[in-house]
C-alpha cells in the first residue's frame, strides 16, 4: 500500500467514559510519529464538527494537555447525540474532507459511531476519494461485537465495584437484622454494568456484598424479590442490593418507579429501578431503604479508573493511526484477550460493517442459578479488566483536569444547515 | 488529680463516616501509652452494646488491624439508632460499667451521642462511680455546635466536590445548550453538604460548575429556579446543579418527589429533591434532566477522603484519651481553628451538656446574594478541610479495608430486656 499524505480528523461520539480522552490522546501521541500525517485536526461536538467544519489543531496543544487527557474525565472534543442519517449528511462530511484534505478519519464511539464511519468510509471509495478510516470503540455499556471487551467498561465497573465496597462498609456497621440498601447504575439494555458490582465480594466468597444483584436480562418478580431479601436478612444483619436501570418485568417492560403510580404497571422507558425496589420493600416488607444512584459518576470517576482499561483505551487509539498508515480502512480496532494466565490483551481489527449488526450480550450462562449473582466465569473475565490504579494529579485538595485550548482551524466552505 | 486505673471503654454511634475508624484508631493507639488503663474495650452497635455486654477485646486486635481502620470507612464497632432515652437505661449503663470496670468512655458521635454521653457521665457522678467520660465528634453533618466543624464534613465535602468536578467533564462534553444534570446530596436539615460542592469551582471562576447550589436554607421557588436554569443555560451549554436532600418550599415542607403527585404538595419527610427539580425542568423547559444521588458513598467513600480531616479524627481521638487521664470529664473534642495563614488546627474541650442544646447552623452570610451559590467566606472556611489525600491500599483492583476479629469480653450480668 503506497504511502498516503495528508490531514488526520479524530472526533469523539456517544456518552462519554473516564478513559475516552486516553485514546484521544493515543491518536495524536501516534500520528505524531508519522511524517505522512500534516495536520491534527479534532472535530467537536461529535459528528456535529463535521458537517460544520467545527475543528481544531490538536498539534497546537502543548505536550502537557495531551499527557493530561489520560486522565481527564468526559469527552475532551465534546460529543453528541446528533446521529448522521440523511445522505445529503454524509455528502457534506465528504465534502468538509476534501476540503480540508482528511485522509485519515478516526472516529472514537460506540456502536453508532462505528455504523457511520462505516458509511462514510463507504461513501469515499464511491466517491474515489482516498480515506482510510478507523473506529476506536468505547463505551462502558460493554455491547461492541467482535471486542473482548470495550474501552471504558473497565473503569466503570472498577468504580461501581469500589463504591459498592465503601458504602458496604457503612452498611455493615448499620446493620441490626433489617437495613436494606439500594445502589442502582447505569445499564437500559444489559446488566454488563451491574453484574460487574459483583466483583465488589472477596474472591470465594458468595455471601459478601453486594448481596443481591437485578439485573435486564432476568425478569423481575416482586415475589422472589421478596424471598431473596428475607433470606439475606435471615442470613445477614443488612442488604445491600445492586440494580441494573434497565430491570424489566416479565413481558418486557421497565420496572419504573412510577410503574403503578401514575399509570399502572409497565412502562416504555427507564427511570427510578432502585427507587421502586425500595418502595417495594418499604410497602410489602415494612423495612427502610434508601437508593444511592451512581448516574454520571459511572462514566466520569477518573479517580476511580482502571489502569489496564486506561492503558488499553490509550493502545486502541495508536493501533488505530498504526492501522491507517499500513493502509487499513473500514476497520474497527477490536481488544483480543491472550490465552495466557496472567492476562494480556492485544489489539486486532473488525470490519465497521458489522458493528451495527447486533450487540454483544452478557452471557446469560454467567449468571448464578440464584438469578442474583454472577459465577466465577464472569469473575475470570471481568476482574482482570479492573487493575491497577491511575495516578490523577491533585491540587487544592481536588482532582485536575485538563481542557482543550482549542485552537479554531479556519472555515472553507458554505454555512450547512444542520438537522 | 490523681491517676484513675481501670479499663476503657469505646463506642461509636449514629451514621458512620469515611473517618471514624480514625477517630477510633486514635483512642486505641493512644491509650496504649497510659499504663493505668489496664484493658481497651470497644461496645459493639452504639449503645446497644452497652446496655447488652457486647464488648470486644481492642488490645487484642493486630497493629495492622489498628493501622487499617484509619483508611477503613463505616464504624468497625457497629453503630446504631437506638437511642438511650429511659432512666433504668442509663442505670443498666452505670451497672455494667461497673461490673468491667469501665474508668475511661469514649464515645464517638453526633450531638445524639454527646447528650447520652453526657447523662451517663452525670449519673456516674451522683452514684460516685468513679468515672471519665470524653466525647468525640463525628458527623457528615457538620452540625455541632462549640466545634469549628465536625471530623467526616472534610472527606464528605472532598467527595461530593471531586465528583461534582467529575461530573461535570462529563455534563460539559455532552453540552449543546439544553443539557441539564442534577446531583443531589445527603443533609435534611441543613445546607453544609451541599454548599461544600461550591468547592469544585476553581478559585474565582464564579461561572464554573456546579452553576446554582439549592440549600435547604434558602426556600425554593420554582419561578426563580426556571429562570436560574434559563440564565445559566444562556451563558453555558450545560447546567450542573447541586440540591440538598432536605431542600424546602416557603412553608418549611420538604421539596419531595410526590410532592403534587401523591396527595399534593408539601411533605414531612424528604425524599428525591433531585429527581423533583429533574421533573420540574422536564414538564416546564422541555429540556432532559438526570439525577445522580451521591447516596451513602458521601459518608463511605474512603478513596475520596481527605487527609486533613482524617488527621483530624485521629487526633481528636487521642486528644480525647489525654483530657480523660488529665482528669477531665463531661467533655467533648473540639476542634479550633487557628488565627494563622496556612490553616492550622488544634483541639480543645467544650462542655458535653452543651451538646443538646442547638446545632450549628450554616452562616446564612456565606451564601452568595444569588442564593444559588457560595461566597469566597464560605470557600475560605471549607477549602482548608479538603486537603490531601489518603494511599488506600489497592488489592486486586479494588480498595482494602479491614475488619476487626472482634474477640468477645466475657460477659458478668444477666440478660437485660433492651427496648
Known amino acids: 500500500m503506497s504511502e498516503l499524505t495528508g490531514n488526520l480528523l479524530v472526533a469523539q461520539s456517544g456518552g462519554p467514559t473516564s478513559v475516552v480522552n486516553s485514546s484521544l490522546a493515543g491518536i495524536v501521541s501516534e500520528a505524531l510519529n508519522h511524517e505522512c500525517i500534516e495536520e491534527i485536526y479534532g472535530g467537536l461536538n461529535g459528528v456535529m464538527g463535521m458537517l460544520n467544519e467545527d475543528f481544531v489543531d490538536l498539534a497546537a496543544e502543548s505536550q502537557q494537555t495531551i499527557r493530561g487527557l489520560r486522565h481527564t474525565p468526559g469527552a475532551a472534543l465534546g460529543t453528541g447525540r446528533f446521529k448522521l442519517k440523511k445522505q445529503q449528511d454524509y455528502e457534506r462530511v465528504l465534502e468538509v474532507f476534501a476540503a ?44 461492541l461485537v467482535h471486542t473482548d471487551h470495550c474501552p471504558g467498561y473497565g473503569s466503570a465497573i472498577k468504580h461501581i465495584a469500589t463504591t459498592v465496597r465503601e458504602i458496604a462498609c457503612d452498611n455493615r456497621a448499620m446493620g441490626q437484622g433489617e437495613f436494606v440498601s439500594i445502589v442502582e447504575v447505569m445499564g437500559r439494555s444489559s446488566g454488563w454494568l451491574a453484574a460487574g458490582a459483583s466483583l465488589a465480594k472477596g474472591k470465594d466468597q458468595p455471601h459478601d456484598p453486594p448481596h443481591l444483584i437485578y439485573l435486564p436480562e432476568v425478569a423481575f418478580s416482586p415475589e422472589k424479590f421478596f424471598e431473596d431479601v428475607r433470606r439475606v436478612l435471615r442470613r445477614e444483619k443488612y442488604c445491600l442490593i445492586v440494580v441494573g436501570e434497565g430491570l424489566v418485568d416479565k413481558d418486557g417492560n421497565y420496572i419504573s418507579v412510577t410503574s403503578g403510580l401514575a399509570d399502572g404497571y409497565g412502562h416504555t422507558t427507564p427511570g427510578g429501578a432502585g427507587d421502586y425496589l425500595g418502595n417495594l420493600i418499604e410497602e410489602s416488607l415494612g423495612l427502610k431503604a434508601r437508593t444511592t444512584r451512581l448516574g454520571y459518576a459511572q462514566r466520569s470517576a477518573a479517580t476511580h479508573a482502571s489502569k489496564t482499561d486506561n492503558d488499553e483505551a490509550y493502545l486502541a487509539g495508536q493501533a488505530a493511526v498504526r492501522a491507517a498508515i499500513k493502509g487499513e480502512s473500514g476497520r474497527m480496532v477490536t481488544l483480543i484477550r491472550g490465552d495466557t494466565d496472567p492476562y494480556s490483551c492485544e489489539t486486532g481489527l473488525a470490519p465497521l460493517a458489522d458493528m451495527a449488526n447486533g450487540i454483544k450480550e452478557l452471557t446469560r450462562d454467567w449468571v448464578h442459578e440464584d438469578g442474583v449473582s454472577m459465577n466465577h466465569q464472569f469473575y475470570k473475565y471481568a476482574h482482570p479488566l479492573i487493575q491497577g490504579e491511575i495516578a490523577v494529579p491533585y491540587a487544592n485538595g481536588l482532582p485536575e483536569f485538563v481542557q482543550l485550548r482549542r485552537e479554531a482551524v479556519e472555515k472553507r466552505l458554505e454555512v450547512y444547515p444542520v438537522g
Chains 1, 2 share one sequence.
Open 100 to 143: 480540508h484534505n482528511i485522509r485519515y478519519f478516526m472516529h472514537i464511539g460506540g456502536s453508532e459511531a462505528q455504523e457511520s464511519a462505516d458509511r462514510i468510509d463507504q461513501l469515499a471509495r464511491e466517491h474515489g476519494h482516498d480515506l482510510r478510516v478507523i473506529g476506536v470503540p468505547k463505551t462502558i455499556d460493554n455491547d
